[in-house]
C-alpha cells in the first residue's frame, strides 16, 4: 500500500518566534548532576520501599481489571485537580538531596490529594492511612515546612463524591528527614545487591499486591516492619470543614468524565496522527514492562530532570488544562509548558535551524499551550555526544504569535483522524517523520517507506 500525498497544512511555522535563552541553558548546566551520582529516589518509593524494589527489578503486567481501578483512580485525581488549581501550584516538583517529591498541592502548606471509597475518622489516619500519612511528612520535611493537609475524596454513593481535608502538624522534620535518608540508602542497597530480603514488610500483602499475586515477591509477611517512624511525628490533627467545603463547591463546575472513548488520549496523537490512527486499528501483543537498572548511572536525560526539579519549589509545576482532550499532564517550568528532550546530535542547533528541522518541538509545545492558554513554551534539549561540555545543554523559547494557527492545525488534525477512523483512510492523515520508521511496529500495514536515519527522545 502506497501513501498518497496529504493536503498541504496551514504555514503554522510563521506564527513561531524562536529564540536560543543561554542563561538558563547555563543554569541547567551548573545544576546537572555527576555522571556518578546516584539515581534520585522517590517519596512513592520511600513510602514502600519492597514494592520499589520489584517495580524497578521485575515490572509486572497488570491485570484489565486492577488497570481500570487504577485508570478511574486517576481521573478522580485530575478532576480534583482542576478543582483545587485555584488554591496554589498543582504538581509541584521539589528534589533533595537524592529524592525528590511531587506534591499534588502546594498552597498555604503541602497538600496531598487521594480518592478513596470510604472515609475513616480524623484521629484513625496514623493507623488506618499510614502510608498517606507518611507521604505528606515527607512532602512536608523536603519542603521545610511542620504542618500539611491530607485531602480526600470519598467516592461511596454521593456520585459527585465528599471532601475530606484534615490539617496535619508534624513538629520538627529532622527526624522524618533522618527516615527518609535511611530508607533511601537501604533501598538504593538492595538495588545494588539485587536482594530485597533486608527491607521492610509491605503493607500491601494481601491488599491485591500485584507482585504477590505474580509469585514475584518474595515477601511472605515476617519481615518486620515494626511502628511508623514517620507516622509517630505527628503531634495534632485538625479537620478542615471550611476547606473541603470550598473544594466540593468548586468540584461541582468541573464537567464529569466523559462515558465514551475519547478522541484523543495524547499530544503525541496530534504530532503523529498517522501512527494514532494504527494505534487505535491494529492490536498489537502488549510491550513487555520496560525495565532499567536503577543502580546504573543516571544517563543524560535523567541528569537534565534533575537540573531541571533541582532549584526552589514551585519553579516546576503542572498548568491546569483548558481542554477536556487529551487528559494528558502539561508540566511547566516557571510558568511556561515545558520539554525536556535529549538528541544523538553532536553540534549545537540555532533557532532557524531547528525550527526547519525539528519542528515536532515547536508542534508539541505549541500544542500544550493552547491546551493551557499559555503563549510561549521552553524545550530543554541535551546532546549525548556534544563534544565541548558546553554545548551539552541548550534551552530554547518558543513564542506562538497568533496562537490561533496552531490551534487551527489541532483542529484539523482532529478532524483528520476522526475521518481516517470512521472511514478507514489512513492516507488521509499527515504521514510521520522519517526518524520514526524504522522503530515502528505499524510500518508494514502503513507503507509509508521512512528513512529513519535519526533517534532521539
Known sequence: MSASPSAPEPDWRSSVTLREDVDLARLFTERLPPVTSPRAVSVTDLVAPRRAYWRAKSPVRLDPERQGRIDLGRALHRRLGVALAAEGLLEARIRREGIVGRIDLFSDVPVEVKTSSSAVGVSDLPSSRTDQVEQLAMYCALSGRSDGRLVTLVVGENPGGAIQAVDIAFGDTEPIRREMQRRAEELRRAWASGRSGGLPACRWFGRGCEFQAAAVC??????????????????????????????????????????????????????????????????????????????????LYARLIAAVEG???????????????????????????????????????????????????????????????ASRGRLVLGRERAVEERDR???????????????????????????????????SVPACADWMYSDCPYRADCGCGGSGVRSQR
Do not use: M
Request: hydrophobic share 35%.
Open 218 to 299: 518474595d515477601c511472605v509477611h515476617s519481615e518486620e516492619a515494626g511502628p511508623s517512624v514517620i507516622a509517630s511525628q505527628v503531634k495534632s490533627l485538625t479537620e478542615r470543614t471550611d476547606v473541603a467545603e470550598r473544594i466540593e463547591s468548586r468540584l461541582k463546575s468541573v464537567p464529569a468524565n466523559a462515558t465514551g472513548p475519547p478522541t484523543l488520549t495524547r499530544f503525541r496523537e496530534l504530532l503523529y496522527p498517522r501512527r494514532a490512527y494504527f494505534e487505535r486499528t491494529v492490536k498489537l501483543a502488549p510491550p513487555e514492562p520496560s525495565r532499567r537498572d536503577p543502580s546504573e548511572p543516571p544517563d
Open 393 to 427: 545543554v541548550q534551552v530554547f523559547e518558543y513564542e506562538f504569535s497568533p496562537a490561533s494557527a496552531v490551534s487551527r492545525l489541532w483542529r484539523e488534525r482532529v478532524q483528520q483522524l476522526e475521518t481516517a477512523l470512521a472511514t478507514h483512510t489512513p492516507q
Open 311 to 373: 532549584g526552589p519549589l514551585g519553579e516546576v509545576a503542572l498548568l491546569p488544562s483548558q481542554v477536556t482532550e487529551p487528559d494528558e499532564e502539561v508540566g511547566a517550568f516557571r510558568g511556561a509548558p515545558l520539554l525536556v528532550r535529549t538528541s544523538r546530535g553532536r553540534d549545537r542547533a540555532t533557532p532557524q535551524t531547528l525550527l526547519a528541522s525539528q519542528p515536532q518541538y515547536a508542534l508539541e509545545l505549541g500544542f500544550r499551550c493552547v491546551a493551557t492558554g
